[in-house]
Protein backbone atom coordinates (compact mmCIF):
# COMPACT_ATOMS: atom_id res chain seq x y z
CA UNK A 1 0.00 0.00 0.00
CA UNK A 2 1.22 3.72 -0.48
CA UNK A 3 1.81 5.31 2.65
CA UNK A 4 0.73 9.09 3.03
CA UNK A 5 2.40 11.25 5.58
CA UNK A 6 1.64 14.41 6.29
CA UNK A 7 3.42 17.14 8.29
CA UNK A 8 3.14 18.51 10.76
CA UNK A 9 0.32 17.19 12.71
CA UNK A 10 -0.90 20.02 14.01
CA UNK A 11 -0.49 23.74 13.33
CA UNK A 12 -0.80 27.36 15.43
CA UNK A 13 -2.05 30.27 12.66
CA UNK A 14 -3.56 33.20 13.01
CA UNK A 15 -6.55 35.31 10.65
CA UNK A 16 -4.15 36.71 7.90
CA UNK A 17 -1.83 34.31 8.31
CA UNK A 18 -0.31 31.81 5.27
CA UNK A 19 0.03 28.78 6.07
CA UNK A 20 1.58 25.49 4.06
CA UNK A 21 0.99 21.47 4.60
CA UNK A 22 3.26 18.79 3.31
CA UNK A 23 2.05 15.61 2.19
CA UNK A 24 4.35 12.98 1.38
CA UNK A 25 4.26 9.39 -0.77
CA UNK A 26 5.75 6.69 -0.28
CA UNK A 27 6.58 6.32 -3.76
CA UNK A 28 5.75 7.98 -7.21
CA UNK A 29 1.93 9.09 -7.67
CA UNK A 30 2.61 11.19 -10.05
CA UNK A 31 -0.16 14.14 -9.62
CA UNK A 32 -2.44 11.59 -8.01
CA UNK A 33 -3.28 14.12 -4.88
CA UNK A 34 -6.31 14.97 -3.21
CA UNK A 35 -6.88 17.81 -0.11
CA UNK A 36 -10.16 17.52 1.94
CA UNK A 37 -11.21 19.66 4.93
CA UNK A 38 -13.32 18.39 7.50
CA UNK A 39 -14.53 20.32 10.37
CA UNK A 40 -15.56 18.72 13.47
CA UNK A 41 -18.60 16.59 13.47
CA UNK A 42 -19.15 17.58 9.33
CA UNK A 43 -18.11 14.98 6.25
CA UNK A 44 -14.53 15.76 4.32
CA UNK A 45 -15.08 18.60 2.15
CA UNK A 46 -12.89 18.25 -1.54
CA UNK A 47 -10.58 21.19 -2.01
CA UNK A 48 -7.99 20.60 -4.79
CA UNK A 49 -7.79 17.23 -6.94
CA UNK A 50 -5.39 16.01 -9.46
CA UNK A 51 -2.53 18.24 -7.05
CA UNK A 52 -3.34 21.81 -8.17
CA UNK A 53 -6.72 21.58 -9.47
CA UNK A 54 -9.15 23.95 -7.31
CA UNK A 55 -12.65 22.31 -6.82
CA UNK A 56 -15.61 24.50 -8.22
CA UNK A 57 -16.81 26.96 -5.79
CA UNK A 58 -13.31 26.79 -3.28
CA UNK A 59 -11.85 29.95 -2.48
CA UNK A 60 -8.61 31.06 -4.47
CA UNK A 61 -6.80 31.32 -1.60
CA UNK A 62 -6.25 27.48 -0.97
CA UNK A 63 -3.75 26.41 -3.66
CA UNK A 64 -2.16 23.35 -4.18
CA UNK A 65 1.66 21.94 -6.03
CA UNK A 66 3.77 19.47 -6.34
CA UNK A 67 4.44 15.91 -8.42
CA UNK A 68 6.27 12.50 -7.70
CA UNK A 69 6.03 12.19 -4.24
CA UNK A 70 6.26 15.63 -2.51
CA UNK A 71 3.18 17.58 -2.01
CA UNK A 72 2.04 20.59 -0.36
CA UNK A 73 -1.07 22.90 0.52
CA UNK A 74 -1.04 26.49 0.93
CA UNK A 75 -3.86 28.84 2.39
CA UNK A 76 -3.25 31.94 1.94
CA UNK A 77 -4.61 34.95 4.25
CA UNK A 78 -6.30 32.93 6.57
CA UNK A 79 -9.84 33.08 7.18
CA UNK A 80 -11.66 32.11 10.42
CA UNK A 81 -13.74 28.93 8.58
CA UNK A 82 -10.28 27.39 7.39
CA UNK A 83 -9.26 26.27 10.63
CA UNK A 84 -10.09 22.16 10.43
CA UNK A 85 -8.66 19.40 9.88
CA UNK A 86 -6.74 19.04 5.96
CA UNK A 87 -5.93 15.34 4.60
CA UNK A 88 -4.42 14.70 1.26
CA UNK A 89 -5.40 11.51 -0.42
CA UNK A 90 -3.37 9.45 -2.99
CA UNK A 91 -6.03 8.03 -5.72
CA UNK A 92 -3.14 6.81 -7.68
CA UNK A 93 -3.74 2.98 -7.04
CA UNK A 94 -5.96 1.11 -4.74
CA UNK A 95 -6.49 0.86 -1.62
CA UNK A 96 -6.87 4.97 -1.95
CA UNK A 97 -5.20 6.09 1.02
CA UNK A 98 -5.01 9.12 3.42
CA UNK A 99 -2.92 11.30 5.51
CA UNK A 100 -3.23 11.16 9.16
CA UNK A 101 -4.48 14.76 8.78
CA UNK A 102 -3.20 17.98 9.89
CA UNK A 103 -5.28 20.24 12.61
CA UNK A 104 -4.93 23.64 11.85
CA UNK A 105 -5.67 25.65 14.85
CA UNK A 106 -5.87 29.55 15.86
CA UNK B 1 -27.66 18.94 -6.42
CA UNK B 2 -26.19 16.05 -6.01
CA UNK B 3 -26.83 14.39 -1.87
CA UNK B 4 -25.94 11.66 -0.16
CA UNK B 5 -28.09 10.22 2.59
CA UNK B 6 -27.17 7.85 5.48
CA UNK B 7 -29.05 5.46 7.77
CA UNK B 8 -28.74 6.38 11.25
CA UNK B 9 -27.16 5.34 14.41
CA UNK B 10 -26.45 1.87 15.51
CA UNK B 11 -25.45 0.05 18.16
CA UNK B 12 -24.48 -3.41 17.87
CA UNK B 13 -22.55 -6.24 20.13
CA UNK B 14 -19.52 -7.92 19.04
CA UNK B 15 -19.75 -10.78 16.63
CA UNK B 16 -23.33 -9.03 15.40
CA UNK B 17 -23.19 -7.35 11.90
CA UNK B 18 -24.27 -3.87 9.80
CA UNK B 19 -25.85 -2.29 6.79
CA UNK B 20 -25.62 1.20 6.53
CA UNK B 21 -27.26 2.72 3.59
CA UNK B 22 -26.64 5.78 1.29
CA UNK B 23 -28.80 7.16 -0.46
CA UNK B 24 -28.52 8.95 -3.91
CA UNK B 25 -30.36 11.88 -4.84
CA UNK B 26 -30.12 14.68 -7.47
CA UNK B 27 -28.09 13.22 -10.37
CA UNK B 28 -27.27 10.07 -11.79
CA UNK B 29 -26.20 6.84 -9.70
CA UNK B 30 -25.33 3.79 -11.87
CA UNK B 31 -22.69 6.12 -13.81
CA UNK B 32 -20.79 6.44 -10.65
CA UNK B 33 -18.46 4.61 -8.22
CA UNK B 34 -19.09 5.09 -4.52
CA UNK B 35 -16.60 4.65 -2.04
CA UNK B 36 -17.22 4.15 1.44
CA UNK B 37 -14.39 5.43 4.22
CA UNK B 38 -14.68 5.18 7.59
CA UNK B 39 -13.04 7.26 10.65
CA UNK B 40 -12.86 6.14 14.49
CA UNK B 41 -12.67 8.77 17.10
CA UNK B 42 -10.26 11.37 16.90
CA UNK B 43 -8.41 9.47 13.74
CA UNK B 44 -8.03 10.05 10.44
CA UNK B 45 -10.07 8.41 7.25
CA UNK B 46 -9.90 4.80 6.37
CA UNK B 47 -10.62 3.85 2.53
CA UNK B 48 -12.88 0.36 2.79
CA UNK B 49 -14.00 0.25 -0.41
CA UNK B 50 -15.94 0.65 -3.40
CA UNK B 51 -18.68 -0.10 -6.07
CA UNK B 52 -19.62 0.69 -9.51
CA UNK B 53 -23.37 0.04 -9.68
CA UNK B 54 -23.87 -0.65 -13.59
CA UNK B 55 -21.62 -2.75 -13.75
CA UNK B 56 -21.48 -4.51 -10.20
CA UNK B 57 -18.30 -4.45 -9.86
CA UNK B 58 -16.28 -4.09 -6.50
CA UNK B 59 -12.77 -3.55 -4.89
CA UNK B 60 -12.59 -4.03 -1.45
CA UNK B 61 -8.98 -2.67 0.86
CA UNK B 62 -7.47 -6.20 1.40
CA UNK B 63 -7.57 -5.02 5.29
CA UNK B 64 -11.66 -5.70 4.80
CA UNK B 65 -12.11 -7.90 2.24
CA UNK B 66 -12.96 -10.96 4.38
CA UNK B 67 -15.24 -9.35 6.56
CA UNK B 68 -16.77 -6.44 4.97
CA UNK B 69 -19.73 -6.45 1.59
CA UNK B 70 -20.40 -3.25 -0.51
CA UNK B 71 -23.50 -3.31 -2.63
CA UNK B 72 -26.19 -1.59 -4.94
CA UNK B 73 -29.45 -1.22 -5.34
CA UNK B 74 -29.80 0.88 -9.17
CA UNK B 75 -33.57 1.22 -8.63
CA UNK B 76 -33.61 2.55 -5.43
CA UNK B 77 -30.63 4.54 -6.15
CA UNK B 78 -29.02 3.59 -3.05
CA UNK B 79 -25.39 1.78 -2.08
CA UNK B 80 -24.44 -0.21 0.96
CA UNK B 81 -21.60 -1.59 2.97
CA UNK B 82 -21.89 -4.60 5.25
CA UNK B 83 -19.58 -4.95 8.33
CA UNK B 84 -19.87 -8.78 9.77
CA UNK B 85 -18.38 -10.30 13.20
CA UNK B 86 -17.69 -6.94 14.24
CA UNK B 87 -15.44 -6.01 16.76
CA UNK B 88 -14.89 -2.65 19.29
CA UNK B 89 -12.43 -1.43 16.82
CA UNK B 90 -15.07 -1.53 14.22
CA UNK B 91 -16.55 1.53 16.09
CA UNK B 92 -16.29 4.60 13.80
CA UNK B 93 -18.35 7.02 11.95
CA UNK B 94 -18.97 5.31 8.33
CA UNK B 95 -19.40 7.75 5.15
CA UNK B 96 -20.35 7.13 1.54
CA UNK B 97 -18.90 9.39 -1.19
CA UNK B 98 -19.54 9.37 -4.90
CA UNK B 99 -16.35 9.39 -7.26
CA UNK B 100 -16.10 11.91 -9.59
CA UNK B 101 -13.50 11.78 -11.80
CA UNK B 102 -12.16 14.60 -14.71
CA UNK B 103 -9.13 14.35 -16.87
CA UNK B 104 -8.43 11.01 -15.90
CA UNK B 105 -7.97 12.09 -11.87
CA UNK B 106 -10.79 10.66 -9.46
CA UNK B 107 -11.86 11.72 -6.22
CA UNK B 108 -14.32 12.09 -3.99
CA UNK B 109 -16.47 14.87 -4.88
CA UNK B 110 -20.15 14.26 -2.95
CA UNK B 111 -19.66 12.83 0.87
CA UNK B 112 -23.25 11.55 3.16
CA UNK B 113 -23.21 12.73 6.25
CA UNK B 114 -21.76 9.86 8.13
CA UNK B 115 -23.31 7.07 10.14
CA UNK B 116 -22.14 6.72 13.76
CA UNK B 117 -21.24 2.94 14.31
CA UNK B 118 -21.05 1.65 18.12
CA UNK B 119 -20.02 -2.03 18.66
CA UNK B 120 -20.45 -2.52 22.36
CA UNK B 121 -21.55 -5.11 25.01
Known amino acids: DIQMTQSPSSLSASIGDRVTITCRAS??????LNWYQQKPGQAPKLLIYAASTLQSGVPSRFSGSGSGTDFTLTITSLQPEDFATYYCQQSYRFPNTFGQGTNLEI | QVQLVQSGVEVKKPGSSVKVSCQSS????????FSWMRQAPGQGLEWMGR????????KYDQRFQDRVTISADTSRKTAYIEVASLRAEDTAVYYCARVGCSGGHCFFEFWGQGTLVIVSS
Open chain 2, 51 to 58: IIPMADMT
Open chain 2, 26 to 33: GGSFSDYA
Open chain 1, 27 to 32: QTISNY
